[in-house]
């Protein structure tokens, strides 16, 4: 998780390519909900529509596969909460581990990187509409051992992926399956 423009799908990205153990899936949810329009009533059914789709589909697939998903979900907008809870879920049903992974970014460095050609059309890009979140939205942390929080400022998105990964593979056998108390929020 992190906020808006702070290169969460590319450097999932990035870390998905130079892996090289099991299988991987990318699941953008911020395009999900972009299909019926960011301020749209249907915004969120469209989205539950979809998650629930993709999320049954996931569930099927062996426990080798890694899934990334990507988000910046706010601890007291009640609907992302929600959404967290279906990670979650997904992630008991599948008796694997949740690894929760906030990545934070300087104001100035954040605004520069939502402004980026490529999430044109695709992703939130109005400066004045991010600044407005530094003050009203707080990322939802979940308090468990697992989590962990980088400083992804003065990192590329290749960057962020190398540090993440050795994260995850250096601790890979300290971690185990998903429970409810990744609910529980910081």
């Excluded at 989590?147 to 540090?163: G, K, M, Q, W």
Aim: proline share 6%; net charge positive.
């Amino acid at each position: 998780m992190g906020g808006r423009g702070q290169a969460k799908a590319r450097s999932a990205q990035r870390w998905l390519a130079s892996s090289v153990r099991g299988s991987s899936t990318i699941i953008y949810c911020t395009t999900l909900r972009s299909l019926a329009g960011f301020d749209s009533p249907e915004r969120w059914p469209l989205y539950e529509r979809i998650r629930a789709a993709v999320y049954d589909s996931l569930l099927g697939r062996p426990p080798s596969e890694v899934f990334v998903l990507t988000n910046a979900l706010c601890s007291a907008n009640l609907r992302e909460v929600e959404a967290w809870r279906h990670v979650v879920d997904l992630a008991i049903a599948r008796q694997v581990p949740l690894i929760p992974v906030i990545l934070e970014i300087e104001p100035a460095e954040n605004v520069r990187r939502l402004q980026s050609a490529d999430r044109i059309g695709r992703k939130l890009t109005d400066p004045a509409v991010l600044r407005s979140y530094f003050d009203q939205e707080r990322l939802l942390c979940p308090d468990v051992p697992e989590t962990c929080t980088f400083d992804v400022t003065r990192l590329s998105p290749e960057e962020a992926a190398a540090l993440i990964k050795a994260h995850v593979e250096s601790s890979a056998l300290l971690f185990h399956s998903a429970t409810k108390d990744y609910l529980r929020l910081r």
